[in-house]
């Protein structure tokens, strides 16, 4: 079964220093990997998805993630954190269950919490 | 481009209650799926729709089911409420086979 694996509940940065948060996946055949965000009381906003070609994908507000076939992992970076950063980060893979038919389900990781100092 | 739409976003029932969450997809998305996501964990699969039939289940027993309609938007319906229900529920709208996920802000269900 496919499964991703967020090794840290939390994450200290302060601002203007580079933070990454980690996620380690385990799939079989190819993984596709999402990184999203999530503010209080709020939903999910997607920031960047790596689905074949180069292992460094770039995302939204200045995010990007590097792939990492050998270690299973795709860790969520950004050189210079803001405050405004601080949220809920979660790890993702699809899930497709081809004895369904069904395409398109994620299995989440248990998220890990950003903060941002000033 | 519209987003996803859930309604309502807040919500506080007594147990053993029934409720209908609501969700609009985004245009162009022909799938909506339904996640649960209690506090301090991450989203859980519930089911997808797809042409209107059920299209993959996560491990939710019977009394979680769901609706989709012709204009793509989605019901989810929870019987018999249990305390453990309540939870951020989450829907996000894609498109079959496609590889992106819009997700609603979510209706926080409460169970007294």
């Known amino acids: 079964a496919q499964s991703v694996a967020q090794p840290e509940d939390q994450v200290n940065v302060a601002e203007g220093n580079p933070l990454t948060v980690k996620c380690t996946y385990s799939?079989?055949?190819?993984?596709?990997l999402f990184w999203y965000v999530q503010y209080p009381n709020r939903g999910l906003q997607f920031l960047l998805k790596?689905?074949?070609?180069?292992?460094l994908v770039k995302g939204s507000y200045g995010f990007e993630a590097e792939f990492n076939k050998s270690q299973t992992s795709f860790h969520l970076k950004k050189p210079s954190a803001l405050v405004s950063d601080s949220a809920l980060y979660f790890c993702?893979?699809?899930?497709?269950?081809?004895?369904?038919?069904?395409?398109?389900?994620?299995?989440f990781g248990q998220g890990t919490t950003l903060q941002v100092k000033p | 481009e519209t987003g996803v739409t859930q309604s309502p976003t807040h919500l506080i029932k007594t147990r053993g209650q029934q409720v209908t969450l609501r969700c609009s997809s985004q245009?162009?998305?022909?799938?909506v799926s339904w996640y649960q996501q209690a506090l301090g964990q991450g989203p859980q699969f519930i089911f997808q729709?797809?042409?209107?039939?059920?299209?993959g289940r996560g491990n939710f027993p019977p009394r979680f089911s769901g609706l989709q309609f012709p204009n793509y938007s989605s019901e989810l319906n929870v019987n018999a409420l249990e305390l453990d229900d309540s939870a951020l529920y989450l829907c996000?709208?894609?498109?079959?086979?496609?590889?992106?996920?819009?997700f609603g802000s979510g209706t926080r269900l409460t169970v007294v």
């Open positions: 996000a709208s894609s498109l079959q086979g496609a590889f992106g996920y819009t």
């Open positions: 799939v079989s055949g190819n993984p596709y």
């Open positions: 790596y689905i074949t070609g180069d292992n």
């Open positions: 993702a893979v699809r899930d497709d269950d081809h004895g369904s038919g069904n395409t398109g389900k994620l299995i």
């Open positions: 245009s162009g998305h022909n799938t």
């Open positions: 729709y797809y042409r209107e039939e059920e299209n």
